[in-house]
């Protein structure tokens, strides 16, 4: 079993940064592919990035966001710059244990609780 925990969000202006965290348990993060998800009041959870091997992003979120991980710390992160208005949402973090590169949220076995992102503008 894997627990996942994210912090990092909360309320910034419209062109401001966000950087999330999401912290792992469990001795097998560095094979699990990674995934950020976001869930907008009456909106579907949609991808918004990945990393395995490789780095993947949604299109929302492709030369503003930027995913990474420290497989040492067992963590994953997510920087968000330029954020927009339409980026608000509960932000939450995924692992895989396949560890092939997946947008498809249906193919993430583990979630974190999530974090909210609000951004004013």
């Known amino acids: 079993q894997v627990q996942l925990v994210e912090s990092g969000g909360g309320l910034v202006q419209a062109g401001g940064s966000l950087r999330l965290s999401c912290a792992a348990s469990?001795?097998?993060?560095?094979?699990?592919?990674m995934g950020w998800f976001r869930q907008a009041p009456g909106k579907e959870r949609e991808f918004v990035a990945a990393?395995?091997?490789?780095?993947y992003y949604a299109n929302s979120a492709k030369g503003r966001f930027t995913i990474s991980r420290d497989n040492a710390k067992n963590t994953v992160y997510l920087q968000m710059n330029s954020l927009k208005p339409e980026d608000t949402a509960v932000y939450y973090c995924?692992?895989?244990?396949?560890?092939?590169?997946?947008?498809?949220?249906?193919?993430?076995?583990?979630w974190g609780q999530g974090t909210q992102v609000t951004v004013s503008s």
């Open positions: 990393i395995a091997r490789s780095t």
């Open positions: 995924a692992a895989d244990r396949s560890g092939v590169l997946t947008t498809t949220r249906d193919r993430y076995d583990y």
């Open positions: 469990g001795r097998t993060f560095s094979s699990y592919t």
